[in-house]
Structure formats: structure tokens, C-alpha cells
């Protein structure tokens, strides 16, 4: 007998998966999948991150029973696909966090027009020679830049809607966006030489590896604000630090890097215009539900034969 589901990503995630799935489902930890021998022909469904450094654990828990895979996480760079057997089914949790992200984007780009932390005040050393006066930016009339159109993309438009920003979306297809606010464009050198701020928010690919170069970097307007939420090898490091040293981009802030951890001693940790994180955008209240749930609301519709949501292009890698 197959299980119908088995869930091999950690015990701090079984908790979550087992609260929201539909009642009657039956769990099997992947452990408990390979310590029985009860499955050799592989689970219905396997839930798991399927990383290429878990190759050999994946091989062992796949099998010709196998249907359906979900990868509980956004995206799937990083990710195994090539063992999935031919036919099956593969989804992610992809746009779960989007929402912290999109937070993360608008704290980022307020704190960069408002100068923050540069003038709060401490003491030593000594108060300001002026008081009662800054040269601050705002969002408002700022043109705003988003490469990738997806769910990260959709979210940082919703919360610039109490702004008065022009937002251009960049994408390879003439498509509608899901946000009216977001004007779409398919030409890259077009959306660099409008935006104030760039927002990277697209997946990871062969096709977009670096794909802000030193020629995107030429068509950028001077004084760019780069957010990059996406992954680090969307953007060629070296490239980028030619373009801040000359003044063309005034500030990066990166919470993605190439290669992560960033080791000590990289050139990005002492910047002065360059602002990183450790990949924690994603990080909120909600993001952890959001994520498990992209595979239990699949359930049902995989029950009743339905589409899934979510569904990874394996040749397209997204």
C-alpha cells in the first residue's frame, strides 16, 4: 500500500501541514517512509524541498507510485527537478512570502528617500550645525521599476497605492499584470532608464542569470535605488560595483547575494551605498501558513482531479 502522503521536510514544518490539511488525510514522515520499507514503489504524494544537496534521500523516497511533488517553497532554483520521474506532477508554494517581501521593498525605498538611519541623531558626536532642516526625497512622482511580474511584483504595487508612483513592470511578454496600477513593458533598457528604484522580484533561470550587467547597468537613470528580493545571481556583483562607484546606482539593497552566506570580507559588507540582510525579506507572521498552504489547498483539487495551483514549468525552470 502506497502512502498518500509523506512529508520529508523537517519536523518544524509537519505541525503546520498537519493542522491544515483536510480531515481523513493520512501523514507519513519521510523517516518513517524509508525506516518501514512499507513504500517501495514511492508515495502518492511527497511533500519536500527536493535540494540538489538531498539527491541520494529523494532518489530513495521517488517511485513509479509517485504522482505528485510539492517543493514547500517559493521558488525552485537550487532544486533537484532532474530526478522527478516523467509524468509527475510538480508545484510550489510560490508567492507565499510575498507579502513580508513587499514589506521589506517599501522599507527599504522609504528609508533610502528619508536617509534613514543617516539622520537620526546621536551624541557623541555632536548635534547637527542645523536644526529644523534635511533634503529628503519622496516616493510620490517617483517612477518605480519592478523586473518580474509575479506575486512579490503584485504585492509592491498594493502597497504603493497610498503613493503617487508611476510603476513600470518589466516582463518578456506583452501580458496584462495583475495589478491595473503596474504598466507592463518589455523592454528592459526602457524600464532602467525610467526608474528611480528597481525592484528585482523575478525568478531565477539560465535565462535571467545576470541579467542586470554591466550593459543593463549603461541604460540605468543616475541615482537608482536597487532592491533585489529575488536571487543573488540575477545581478553580476562586479558590474554592480563598477556602477556604484561611479554614481550611476546611488544605493543597493540586497537581501540576495551570490553566493550565500556572502563570506567575511566580502567587498558588499563594507560598502558605504550598499545595505544587505541575510535572505530574510520573506519573514513575517503569516509567511510560514502561506507557504504550507500552498500544498494544502491543493489537496482537494488534486482529490477531485482538479487543476493544482502552482504547477513548476519544469522546462522553464519556474
Known amino acids: ?32 517512509a ?26 530513495s523516497l521517488l517511485g513509479p507510485a509517485t504522482r505528485w511533488v510539492h517543493l514547500l517553497s517559493t521558488g ?23 507579502e513580508g517581501i513587499s514589506e521589506w521593498c517599501l522599507a527599504m525605498m522609504l528609508a533610502h528617500a528619508k536617509r534613514l538611519p543617516s539622520t537620526w541623531l546621536t551624541e557623541p558626536p555632536q548635534p547637527p550645525a542645523t536644526w529644523n532642516f534635511a533634503q529628503l526625497a519622496s516616493l510620490d512622482g517617483a517612477t518605480v521599476g519592478l523586473l518580474g511580474v509575479g506575486a512579490i511584483s503584485t504585492w509592491v504595487a498594493r502597497r504603493l497605492a497610498g503613493f503617487d508612483t508611476r510603476i513600470l513592470g518589466y516582463r518578456r511578454r506583452d501580458l496584462p499584470a495583475p495589478d491595473p496600477r503596474i504598466e507592463i513593458v518589455t523592454s528592459l533598457p526602457e524600464v532602467l532608464a525610467q526608474s528611480d528604484y528597481l525592484v528585482v522580484a523575478a525568478a531565477a533561470t539560465p535565462a535571467t542569470r545576470h541579467i542586470l550587467d554591466a550593459e543593463a547597468f549603461a541604460h540605468v537613470k543616475p541615482g537608482l535605488h536597487l532592491v533585489n528580493v529575488a536571487r543573488g545571481t540575477l545581478v553580476d556583483q562586479d558590474a554592480l560595483r563598477v556602477a556604484l562607484d561611479d554614481g550611476r546606482i546611488a544605493r543597493a539593497s540586497l537581501d540576495v547575494v551570490d553566493p550565500e552566506p556572502l563570506p567575511a570580507g566580502h567587498w558588499l559588507y563594507d560598502h558605504p551605498q550598499v545595505d544587505v540582510s541575510a535572505h530574510v525579506s520573506w519573514s513575517a507572521p503569516i509567511t510560514m501558513q502561506r507557504i504550507v498552504e500552498g500544498f494544502t489547498t491543493n489537496v482537494p483539487r488534486y482529490r477531485a482531479g482538479e487543476p493544482l495551483e502552482g504547477v513548476v514549468d519544469l522546462e522553464a525552470g519556474y
Open 76 to 98: 525552485v532554483d537550487n532544486t533537484a527537478l532532474d530526478l522527478v520521474p516523467e509524468g509527475v506532477t510538480v508545484t510550489c508554494s510560490r508567492g507565499a512570502s510575498a
Open 34 to 59: 524509508l525506516a518501514s520499507g512499507r513504500y517501495p514503489d514511492g508515495p502518492e504524494v511527497l511533500v519536500t524541498f527536493l535540494r540538489e544537496t538531498q539527491r541520494e534521500r529523494a532518489v
Open 1 to 32: 500500500m502506497n502512502a498518500p502522503i509523506v512529508v520529508d521536510v523537517g519536523d518544524q514544518f509537519r505541525p503546520f501541514v498537519e493542522r491544515f490539511l483536510p480531515p481523513g488525510e493520512m501523514l507519513v514522515s519521510g523517516d518513517d
